[in-house]
């Protein structure tokens, strides 16, 4: 079974450790089948270097947390095929550690609802970010935008998609460590920079039930993690100011960076978003990939 | 031309400072006349020992807000017959700055939209609690739960209301004063609760768009002001315990208090709380009143 599991968006502005969104022009593709052999094995790791033992592998992680709640009677060979580079803040390590959860789950039929494959997942999240969060691996699964409410219980809201939006991304190929981008946060925030934010995050998601674009352009702010964050990424001022100057709606830290997104009403505003970017970046010294999308709102799903 | 302006719950647990709903069984009415003669003159005040000079009546400086925009070739006399006792913590000092706006706007044929008025309401609110908000204003005005987006520019958003939510209010007849509650919030505030905070009115905001009561519920929680504000309010843990135990949906300080309200799904869960709360806060000294109300999609309105 072939499975296409797609890059993501974490934070979203406003909504740091919380929200997310799922992309559909870019993900890992995973083969995986059924064994008589127990266990899993990894046998295959193509696009980038990533260890084969499945207990330090995400996917590998992810795919043994599930056959312990499962205890099948059989095993299973995962093949990666990983376009999502690591480290690049689209959630490379969420599509790796859902892709084989998802497979898995739909090989044996569905034992497992969404809340459970998120939970499955955590675990090899944890292993690449050290901590177990689901702001990433929320709307590979579920697709669309995504609320993780809370962790311990985990609860994942689906949040309703506007029928026009696009993702532009840019990855400048940097390297930020998520331990370090965790480490420049302040402990304590202001009380009045946290009310702008919740303020923030509560309309975001009335934006989105509306589909009232402006009002969503109006709330995709972050006056609590930016920052401090922005100053790891070279240029991100000048880039958001082109992208808001283009057109888009808004423009932020995608995940902990390097990647920067910019949400935009139609495919034309993001072409045009996405030109004034690369132009801008291209005259720097800093190599980078690009990337558009209509936000996804199917999240992972069988393409063979 | 007669009016009711209906009380209001600011905050709601998790959205200090931006969310707030309407009440519909407690309101203040007020009468008000054009007259030849320009300017306001307030001629009557019933319920409470309130200033009649307009500059220093709440309804009397947002009713001049109004007319100096407004620049009409009359004046309005004013009737107020307040039933919301000032400092009761459920909009007492909003259902009078409203009143006047509302009034003195139909009167002269609407020259003003909702959020206009809400601006010249929140000058008289602002000669009560020193400090321009809306979140108490908004709800009366539109009606239903609101969403203060931002006050400069000022921004309201009119949320959904679920079909089947009532309020339980009860009132201990103790002095809180406004300012008294600001200063014991802290300045600064640890980031993990805000991110606690801002995703449970994510959440809020969803589950109103849903009418799912389940998650309201565990939406309507306040890890930031509360623990420092129930210190003010005699057994506020107990109330909260027990209107939890009869079903209510949540529980938490109305405004900044003394007022506690509980949500709850259904007129009959509504009485129980009620009921359950009445026989717990009977057995302390301290005097109260209380309402049971259904939550006021209309807002403010003419009755005559």
């Not at 050290?130 to 609320?147: R, S, Y």
């Not at 302040?186 to 946290?194: E, F, R, V």
């Amino acid at each position: 079974m072939k499975i296409f599991s797609p890059a993501t968006v974490a934070n979203v502005s406003c909504g740091f450790d919380v929200l997310g969104f799922c992309l559909e022009s870019i993900g890992d593709e995973m083969v995986i089948r059924k064994t008589d052999e127990k266990g899993i094995r990894i046998t295959k790791i193509e696009g980038f270097d990533l260890p084969f033992e499945a207990e330090k592998n995400v996917a590998g992680v992810s795919a043994l947390a599930l056959m312990e709640a499962a205890k099948p009677n059989c095993g299973f060979e995962i093949e990666i095929y990983k376009n999502i580079k690591p480290g690049s803040g689209v959630g490379s390590s969420s599509a790796s550690a859902v892709g084989s959860v998802f497979g898995i789950n739909e090989l044996l039929g569905r034992p497992f609802d969404k809340t459970q494959l998120t939970n499955f997942a955590m675990k090899g999240e944890a292993l690449a970010s050290q901590c177990e969060h689901a702001d990433n691996i929320a709307p590979a699964i579920f697709g669309g935008f995504t609320l993780v409410k809370s962790v311990t219980p985990l609860e994942v809201l689906q949040l309703p998609t506007p029928a026009n939006l696009f993702a532009v991304i840019i990855h400048p190929q940097i390297e930020i460590k998520t331990s370090e981008a965790r480490s420049i946060l302040p402990k304590q925030i202001d009380l009045q920079k946290a009310i702008t934010q919740w303020s923030n995050v509560g309309s975001l998601v009335h934006a989105l039930h509306t589909s009232d674009y402006g009002l969503l352009s109006r709330s995709l702010s972050d006056v609590v993690v930016e920052p401090y964050r922005k100053q790891l990424i070279p240029h991100f001022d000048d880039l958001r100011e082109s992208a808001l100057k283009n057109g888009a709606l808004g423009c932020g830290i995608s995940g902990s960076g390097p990647s920067v997104f910019s949400l935009c009403h139609g495919r034309e505003t993001a072409k045009n978003v996405a030109r004034a970017i690369k132009t801008l970046f291209s005259k720097t010294d800093i190599p980078f990939e690009m990337y558009l999308s209509r936000i996804n709102t199917e999240g992972i799903k069988v393409i063979g």
